[in-house]
């Protein structure tokens, strides 16, 4: 009897029950390339299988356990009756191999008598994956084609390593190996596992260019995606080795060289080298410049009757003798592009033809603008709103059925759909041909995000100290663009319950109407030594507020409103209030409080219309990459009520982007307030401001960065004086360590405010965290307001004498004037008199326009726990009596 067998090469390790095994020749390194797959049985010599041997009698099947017999012979050509041969034998073999399903076969032949013996390849039971930390399972599992319940194949489990492999590469990680592993159990069925050793992360230690003469090397790497791995790149993705990145790298380096003009520049080759620990990439370019090249005979020619191209010939930004700039002349083709479609022409096709000098190094262009019919819009097609209602979304397009297309409008009502701020921002509105060459489907494809937010809050803020809120917001009602909110406030100084609702087009039209309704409490403060604070008046406002906007132009609207007010301003009776007349009553004592807290007290009401005139033409109403905000306000107190006033407002936004990311943002505001009541006395006769303490401008942290809060501006500061004793003389003086010293910010009738911004782009990495960073500088004052009259006229109290009458258990005291500091009047026979202290000086300082100005920077990060901003800013100018503060911070969480 003859039999056949395959090597002991091609057999399966075949361990003990439950035993863990290696399964071999699938370990697979990143860099290395997959071990060869075993050979085919041997064969017979050539001259053996040339003739047959005999003819089959009989086949027998013996080993199955979940085949049939005759679906395992099914898979070879071997038949009863039919004649075979060695080399027919060795390719039942083969064939029974290729199936996959076998761990070993074997063919025995007894004169015609074939017995094929088998032995099953295992069933899978589950798939486990070991020591995947970066890619989390239901990343990596849709890679793996096994299964559980199939049958187990060597090759399936090496191209299963192979993807994850390929998966780790493109997250940058080469160093990354796999090493699966068989777990044999009972019934012929195995665990595959996966041993993952994920390495860290390759990062590019160099980029070397070779070649460039004209630019330095870091000249150029600025110009990468791909940036060489330092420490001050911490949160930078471009440090990772990536093939694709490598690519796009060089068509960035060929940009650059063209908008230089470089035509003819071109990278021979590029090379990343993995070092030999498989920690680092280094990436080398060869390259060559080239000759530069000068604009030459620049014009344009439309076929387009209603484009003349003389006339765009002149508006063309490159003139001849210009240093050639590729990227100016993808600028001019969308220019014309957008030019043509100002008038109708969507499908305008305009090509540059180029005609390149090689003798004079000059590049003439001819930009030639085709005929084409001018287009109209067939329909407007909206994708992907499943709650926000078509209407929402079509009310915002500048254009509709049957218009004329105009690309300006396209843009404008894309950037009107953005600044919605129901959508993701990647929104983009497709012009695709109609039913006919003169009509176009606008087609835009939205991708909604949550409008509506439920949050409970708490933090700490450098303003407000500890912070709890909650809030409940809809930003799209019912799909309707309408707004709904409720929010609850509290901190240690301020308190507010408020709801609101606004229909951005009433009765659809084009007309916002809305309303709120507000009790807000805020315990105005004082600082005191070591940046302690006092409560100085308590203010409540109950009202409310209605509100209604009309557009008049595209850019232009109209905000109008009316406001009514309750305020109720007091001041603690057992701090600030005493006896002054000796009637037994307390009233506010000037002494203790200063007489512009005493002014303040009291309940007033204040009825105010108001307007808005805006000017916008920001891209995004909530994050602006470009564009300007003009807007005038005024509020008109006096329709009935006690309080009597004109409050005036301007303020200006402008918003450039500089490229690469970089936003800079210019704003500028002021306000003026003019009463409108007659002259105002205290409770002593004397005049005071016309304009209220709460009715006044305030200005300081958070607005002006680098002051503390309303820290800039018209204040009182009061020294309470200290005894020192110097050689046996007592004087008295101002603390000069200043821990005797109340700081009252008094605010102002006008005021300006200025900044500059730039904010600074970060790599893909910080941006998924959220981070914003950015350098400003804030200039600013508030002023304006009539002397507050200090103490005595010259801001100077000596303090108290304390008399005491009579001796022992009938001893009264009481407390008087001083009439000089440390000294007390003769008191009359039987009693006497006793310095108490409590003298100070006044001083009122800050009341001027002159700039304030700071500088810092900041950063914007919306955490794990909630939006944190922390600014650092430092005081350039300042006027004596201001509160500048190095560093301010808010930060909440969200549970």
Not at 154 to 161: E, P, W
Not at 222 to 249: C, E, H, I, N
Not at 484 to 513: H, Q
Not at 667 to 683: C, F, N, Q
């Amino acid at each position: 009897m003859t039999a056949m067998k395959i090597s002991n090469r091609q057999r399966p390790i075949v361990a003990a029950l439950l035993a863990t095994t290696m399964i071999a020749g699938l370990s697979a390194p990143v860099m290395a390339q997959q071990a060869p797959a075993p050979a085919a049985p041997l064969a017979a010599p050539a001259a053996s299988v040339a003739a047959p041997i005999g003819t089959i009698r009989a086949i027998t099947v013996t080993g199955t356990q979940r085949l049939e017999p005759d679906t395992i012979l099914s898979y070879t050509k071997l038949r009863i009756g039919q004649p075979y041969s060695q080399e027919s034998l060795d390719q039942g073999l083969r064939d029974l191999y290729e199936t996959e399903l076998f761990a070993d076969v074997q063919i025995r032949n007894d004169n015609g008598a074939l017995t094929v013996e088998v032995k099953e390849n295992p069933v899978i039971n589950r798939i486990v994956l070991e020591g995947n930390k970066r890619l989390k399972e239901d990343k990596i599992r849709p890679e793996i084609k096994l299964a559980p319940r199939q049958i187990y194949t060597r090759s399936k489990v090496r191209a299963d390593v192979a993807r994850i492999v390929e998966l780790y590469r493109r997250q940058g990680r080469f160093a990354a190996t796999i090493e699966p592993k068989m777990v044999q159990l009972d019934q012929n069925r195995v665990d595959i596992v996966f041993e993952i050793s994920e390495g860290p992360k390759s990062k590019v230690r160099q980029i070397n260019i070779i070649g460039n003469d004209k630019f330095k090397d870091g000249e150029l790497r600025t110009q990468m995606v791909t940036k060489q791995s330092r420490w001050f790149r911490l949160f930078s993705s471009g440090t990772s080795y990536d093939p694709d990145r490598l690519a796009y790298d060089q068509q960035k380096l060929r940009q650059f060289y063209l908008t230089e003009g470089y035509a003819d520049f071109r990278v021979i080759s590029a090379v990343a080298e993995l070092t030999p620990d498989k920690q680092d990439f280094i990436i080398t370019y060869v390259v060559e410049e080239g000759d530069r090249y000068k604009f030459g005979d620049v014009k344009v020619e439309s076929d387009i009757r209603d484009l003349s191209g003389e006339s765009l010939t002149k508006r063309l930004p490159m003139k001849k003798g210009d240093w050639y700039n590729a990227k100016q002349v993808e600028d001019t083709v969308d220019t014309l592009s957008e030019t043509a479609g100002l008038f109708g022409y969507a499908f305008a096709d305009v090509s540059p033809d180029f005609n390149r000098e090689k003798e004079s190094l000059t590049m003439g262009i001819n930009f030639r603008i085709a005929n084409a019919p001018r287009v109209y819009v067939e329909r407007v097609d909206i994708n992907g709103n499943t709650l926000t209602q078509d209407k929402v979304v079509r009310r915002e397009f500048r254009l509709a059925e049957g218009d004329a297309f105009n690309s300006f409008l396209v843009k404008r009502s894309k950037d009107r759909i953005n600044s919605l701020g129901f959508f993701q921002e990647k929104l983009d509105v497709e012009q695709k041909p109609g039913s006919a060459p003169d009509r176009i489907i606008l087609e835009t494809n939205v991708q909604e995000k949550s409008t509506g937010e439920l949050s409970l809050s708490a933090g700490f803020s450098s303003l407000e100290r500890f912070i709890v809120s909650a809030s409940i917001t809809q930003r799209n009602f019912r799909g309707k663009g309408q707004e709904l909110r409720t929010s609850v406030n509290y901190s240690a100084y301020s308190k507010s319950v408020e709801v609101g609702f606004t229909e951005p087009y009433f009765m659809d039209k084009n007309i916002a109407l809305g309303g709120d309704i507000y009790r807000r409490d805020m315990n105005s403060f004082r600082y005191l030594s070591n940046n302690d604070r006092d409560t100085t008046y308590e203010q409540t406002t109950t009202g409310f507020q209605i509100r209604a906007g009309v557009p008049i132009t595209e850019y232009m609207s109209l905000a109008l409103r009316y406001s009514l007010n309750f305020d109720d301003v007091t001041l603690d009776k057992d701090t600030y209030y005493s006896d002054t007349d000796g009637d037994g009553d307390t009233e506010c004592d000037p002494l203790i409080a200063g007489r512009y807290l005493c002014d303040a007290i009291g309940k007033r009401t204040t009825s105010s219309l108001g307007y808005s005139l805006i000017y916008d033409t920001r891209d995004n109403r909530i994050r602006a990459t470009r564009g300007q905000n003009v807007t005038l306000s005024q509020d008109f107190a006096g329709l009935g009520g006690s309080v009597k006033y004109v409050r005036t407002r301007l303020s200006a936004s402008k918003y450039v982007p500089l490229g690469s990311g970089f936003i800079f943002s210019l704003t500028g505001e002021g306000g003026y307030i003019h009463s409108l009541e007659g002259a105002r006395r205290d409770s002593t006769g004397q005049e005071v401001d016309r304009i209220r303490l709460t009715d006044r401008f305030f200005l300081g942290e958070p607005q002006f960065r680098g002051f503390d809060i309303r820290g800039v501006g018209p204040r009182v500061k009061r020294y309470y004086l200290q005894a020192q004793t110097v050689d046996g003389t007592t004087t008295y003086v101002r603390d000069s360590s200043n821990n005797n010293v109340s700081d009252d910010a008094l605010g102002g009738k006008i005021y300006y405010l200025a900044r500059a911004e730039i904010e600074i782009p970060l790599g893909s990495g910080a941006r998924e965290m959220g981070l914003r960073p950015s350098i400003f500088m804030d200039a600013g004052a508030v002023a304006g307001l009539k002397n507050p009259g200090l103490v005595n006229g010259d801001g100077k109290f000596a303090g108290y004498c304390t008399v005491t009458t009579g001796t022992g258990t009938s001893a009264t005291s009481s407390q008087v004037r001083a009439p000089s500091v440390g000294n007390c009047s003769t008191p009359a026979a039987g009693s006497t008199a006793t310095y108490a202290g409590g003298a100070f000086e006044e001083e009122y300082l800050g009341d001027t326009l002159k700039p304030r100005l700071s500088v810092g920077f900041g950063v914007n990060w919306n955490s794990p726990f909630g939006p944190f901003r922390i600014d650092i800013a430092k005081a350039l100018l300042k006027e004596p009596g201001d509160d500048n503060k190095l560093i301010t911070f808010n930060v909440g969480t969200q549970f």
